[in-house]
């Protein structure tokens, strides 16, 4: 039987960004007898405290190295990274005060989170996953060519699949030349996978109970930022061999509303 599709929204209550989003997504749903579910729980925002605040920043520094290495940049020396780490340790913890910033990680771990419950909601009911944060704006052909490259993908895919629908910063920022494996006219496929901002992507039935898998084994940790740790799972997964089809669809079918200034960050 071939996997329904899911349709999640992860929002944090903005009623302006809820009654765009919505409605296109109903739609969306009607056309591809999909079905929806809103991720809208919004625990009080706390501060981290300092240790864990600490303890993702030396991991995000890892990570960051990493992602050099995978996308074929140049690194430093491993003793200077993590001279650098150090130095920025003492210069951001001991010598500012980091209330703003730890609140800030916090919102990034409650986001992910709720990509992370849309994932184990997918895996829950056999479906293939599009995610949509709340600031991704449709135009009049979003939903028609949606559905179009699904349909395309999934005939043409052998492996677990990613796309990214919305994009966010310029591919060029991302330095993710070397990954490139095909242009297209509407897309780019990449010979391995990266996000970009995780306003709106497409996980098959496949990919998702990988995702949840690894972390529910403590191999994938949800401290970082969604688009970290998807790129963390591709970096490690590069590595054990798993095959994903990572298509970038160019140009964006869906606008990322905090990058065009429709929107604040929710950060912000």
């Known amino acids: 039987m071939n996997p329904t599709l899911l349709i999640a929204v992860i929002t944090n209550n903005d009623q302006k960004r809820i009654s765009h989003v919505v409605p296109n997504v109903k739609e969306l749903a009607a056309l591809s007898n999909g079905s929806i579910k809103i991720f809208e729980s919004q625990p009080n925002i706390e501060p981290v405290s300092i240790y864990n605040a600490i303890r993702r920043d030396i991991f995000l520094s890892i990570l960051e190295r990493q992602w050099r290495i995978y996308r074929h940049q140049a690194t430093k020396s491993m003793i200077k990274e993590i001279m650098n780490i150090f130095k920025n340790i003492i210069k951001k913890y001991v010598l500012k005060n980091t209330v703003s910033y730890r609140r800030k990680i916090s919102i990034e771990k409650i986001i992910t989170n709720k990509h992370f419950e849309a994932w184990k909601t997918a895996v829950d009911n056999m479906s293939d996953l599009i995610v949509f944060e709340d600031d991704a704006i449709f135009n009049a052909s979003s939903i028609p060519k949606i559905l179009e490259i699904i349909k395309q993908t999934k005939i043409e895919a052998l492996t677990p699949i990613y796309i990214d629908f919305a994009g966010g910063l310029p591919l060029d920022a991302l330095k993710i030349d070397l990954l490139i494996k095909n242009k297209m006219i509407d897309k780019i496929e ?28 403590k191999k994938l940790e949800k401290i970082f930022a969604i688009d970290w740790l998807l790129n963390k799972f591709f970096i490690a997964n590069r590595s054990n061999s798993l095959s994903i089809h990572c298509w970038h669809i160019q140009p964006n079918v869906i606008q990322h509303g905090s990058f065009f200034a429709n929107y604040n960050s929710w950060q912000s």
Not at 197 to 217: F, H, M, P, S
């Open 190 to 217: 990449f010979f391995y996978p990266a996000t970009n901002t995780c306003c709106c992507y497409y996980v098959d039935n496949k990919l998702a109970q990988e995702l949840v898998r690894q972390i529910n084994e």
